[in-house]
């Protein structure tokens, strides 16, 4: 190589250096926002685990937060917790004591299971604290193993009624919380190190329908069937909202919010509102949360499915509607029902009515409070998708129509009351006699002649 050409080398050396050297320095909520930009876009790298954004946590605070047991990171440490941490050692206790094999081995076969996943645990988190990667590990082992022997134990204990059975649904209900979650594949794991290999235990998914029939607010039993089995789910919560969704379905397309029509205005034109449960299977009957307006029978008819309003209603449809709002892969469909519960049931008058119509089952002492939480769990949250907008198209149409506007002006004018349906109906007798004794006086009159 000639000088000139070696200089000439050092300086395209020196010149890349010069350049590196003045790349600008992002500050660091700019990485973090540009790292967050990138998880979003790629499904592999989705974080779904994640803090509960503040324009929805701050509606109510209390339905992201664990009450008896933290899992994962996120919670990890909490003051009122502390009670159930410690106990974890008693059920990893009982966890090693019912596998094959010694307790050494056990552990040693899961610890080397879950340090090989560390870096894909590490991106299943959002806003997760620096943890080492034994704490991580041994956080994971700890929490799966508390898992598979706490629903292991609800399946044995059954629906007895006990004074532990509210803290065992309490329990459960942590488990669903969008923030109180680890990898779905890191409990998969554990599983098929464990439990899979006794004769005597379910499937994964059996155990974990059991624990999950306990928060899920509505009437109609959860089916193994009805998942889609694409995938392993994100976590617990996500495992829940799959029993949610529609097979094979597709975003209905909307432009505008539909027209809500409550369900004392829907009544009043004649719409009879009737749970799905009751009724013969139908097509309709393949999404568990299926609403379908009916003109068949004699009276039209807006079939639902039938459910318990409660706290745990409000709190687990909160963690299913933030999960929805905020992870792009994953469908509104839990966000479609809470808005058309929303639409419906405005006031406690239609609380009233959709009770009396066997759909609802209010455990809130009020009418006003079932009707104020369902309004509440729709505040803040984004419209992007409505898979009811066919049935609210066709009650819409219905309601417009001459002869069921007609009925409920009527209904509205004439029978708001009972006093003003018996003023009616004696309006209607005196009116008859006046004919009557017109008639009378008639013939009398023409029978003189």
Same mark, same amino acid.
């Given at each position: 190589?000639?000088? +000139?050409?070696?200089?000439?080398?050092? /300086?395209?050396?020196?010149?890349?250096?010069?350049?590196?050297?003045?790349?600008?320095?992002?500050?660091?909520?700019?990485?973090?926002?540009?790292?967050?930009?990138?998880?979003?876009?790629?499904?592999?790298?989705?974080?779904?685990?994640?803090?509960?954004?503040?324009?929805?946590?701050?509606?109510?605070?209390?339905?992201?937060?664990?009450?008896?047991?933290?899992?994962?990171?996120?919670?990890? @440490?909490?003051?009122?917790?502390?009670?159930?941490?410690?106990?974890?050692?008693?059920?990893?206790?009982?966890?090693?004591?019912?596998?094959? @094999?010694?307790?050494?081995?056990?552990?040693?076969?899961?610890?080397?299971?879950?340090?090989?996943?560390?870096?894909?645990?590490?991106?299943?988190?959002?806003?997760?604290?620096?943890?080492?990667?034994?704490?991580?590990?041994?956080?994971?082992?700890?929490?799966?193993?508390?898992?598979?022997?706490?629903?292991?134990?609800?399946?044995?204990?059954?629906?007895?009624?006990?004074?532990?059975?509210?803290?065992?649904?309490?329990?459960?209900?942590?488990?669903?919380?969008?923030?109180?979650?680890?990898?779905?594949?890191?409990?998969?794991?554990?599983? %098929?190190?464990?439990? +899979?290999?006794?004769?005597? *235990?379910?499937?994964?998914?059996?155990?974990?329908?059991?624990?999950?029939?306990?928060?899920?607010?509505?009437?109609?039993?959860? *089916?193994?069937?009805?998942?889609?089995?694409?995938?392993?789910?994100?976590?617990?919560?996500?495992?829940?909202?799959?029993?949610?969704?529609?097979?094979?379905?597709?975003?209905?397309?909307?432009?505008?919010?539909?027209?809500?029509?409550?369900?004392?205005?829907?009544?009043?034109? @004649?719409?009879?509102?009737?749970?799905? %449960?009751?009724?013969?299977?139908?097509?309709?009957?393949?999404?568990?949360?299926?609403?379908?307006?009916?003109?068949?029978?004699?009276?039209?008819?807006?079939?639902?499915?039938?459910?318990?309003?409660?706290?745990?209603?409000?709190?687990?449809?909160?963690?299913?509607?933030?999960?929805?709002?905020?992870?792009?892969?994953?469908?509104?469909?839990?966000?479609?029902?809470?808005?058309?519960?929303?639409?419906? /049931?405005?006031?406690?008058?239609?609380?009233?009515?959709?009770? +009396?119509?066997?759909?609802?089952?209010?455990?809130?002492?009020?009418?006003?409070?079932?009707?104020?939480?369902?309004?509440?769990?729709?505040?803040?949250?984004?419209?992007?998708?409505?898979?009811?907008?066919?049935?609210?198209?066709?009650? *819409? +149409?219905?309601?417009?129509?001459?002869?069921?506007?007609?009925? @409920?002006?009527?209904?509205?004018?004439?029978?708001?009351?009972?006093?003003?349906?018996?003023?009616?109906?004696?309006?209607?007798?005196?009116?008859?006699? /006046?004919?009557?004794?017109?008639?009378?006086?008639?013939?009398?009159?023409?029978?003189?002649?």
């Amino acid at each position: 190589m000639s000088n +000139k050409e070696g200089s000439s080398s050092h /300086a395209v050396s020196q010149q890349e250096i010069h350049v590196e050297e003045r790349e600008p320095i992002l500050p660091r909520t700019v990485k973090i926002l540009l790292d967050f930009v990138d998880r979003r876009q790629d499904k592999d790298k989705f974080s779904s685990i994640f803090e509960v954004p503040r324009r929805l946590r701050e509606v109510n605070p209390s339905s992201f937060t664990p009450r008896v047991v933290s899992i994962g990171p996120l919670h990890k @440490g909490r003051e009122n917790l502390k009670l159930m941490e410690d106990k974890k050692a008693s059920f990893l206790h009982e966890f090693l004591t019912g596998v094959p @094999g010694s307790r050494e081995e056990t552990l040693k076969k899961c610890d080397e299971q879950v340090r090989g996943s560390v870096d894909k645990i590490r991106r299943c988190y959002f806003g997760m604290k620096p943890y080492s990667e034994d704490e991580l590990v041994q956080m994971m082992v700890m929490d799966a193993c508390f898992i598979l022997q706490f629903i292991d134990n609800l399946s044995k204990s059954g629906d007895q009624h006990s004074e532990n059975r509210l803290r065992s649904r309490s329990v459960a209900l942590d488990l669903v919380l969008l923030e109180n979650q680890i990898p779905f594949f890191v409990l998969r794991d554990i599983y %098929e190190l464990t439990f +899979k290999t006794l004769e005597s *235990k379910p499937s994964l998914n059996t155990m974990l329908l059991n624990l999950l029939e306990r928060v899920n607010p509505f009437f109609e039993k959860l *089916k193994v069937e009805d998942l889609s089995g694409e995938e392993d789910p994100y976590h617990i919560l996500g495992f829940l909202h799959d029993f949610y969704q529609i097979k094979n379905s597709k975003p209905p397309g909307i432009e505008e919010l539909p027209r809500a029509h409550s369900a004392v205005e829907l009544h009043e034109v @004649g719409v009879r509102f009737r749970p799905n %449960e009751n009724e013969t299977p139908n097509e309709n009957r393949t999404w568990i949360m299926a609403m379908a307006f009916e003109q068949s029978s004699h009276k039209p008819t807006l079939r639902m499915p039938k459910v318990l309003i409660d706290n745990f209603f409000e709190v687990a449809l909160r963690n299913l509607i933030a999960y929805e709002q905020y992870s792009t892969p994953v469908r509104n469909y839990v966000t479609s029902y809470a808005m058309a519960m929303d639409m419906l /049931a405005a006031t406690p008058a239609d609380i009233a009515r959709l009770g +009396k119509s066997g759909v609802i089952v209010n455990h809130l002492g009020s009418n006003e409070k079932a009707s104020n939480m369902i309004s509440s769990i729709c505040k803040d949250v984004t419209f992007l998708d409505f898979y009811y907008i066919e049935s609210w198209n066709e009650a *819409k +149409k219905y309601y417009d129509s001459y002869w069921s506007k007609n009925i @409920g002006v009527l209904k509205r004018k004439y029978f708001s009351t009972p006093w003003k349906a018996i003023a009616l109906l004696a309006g209607i007798i005196l009116f008859l006699i /006046a004919v009557v004794q017109f008639v009378f006086r008639v013939i009398k009159f023409t029978s003189l002649r």
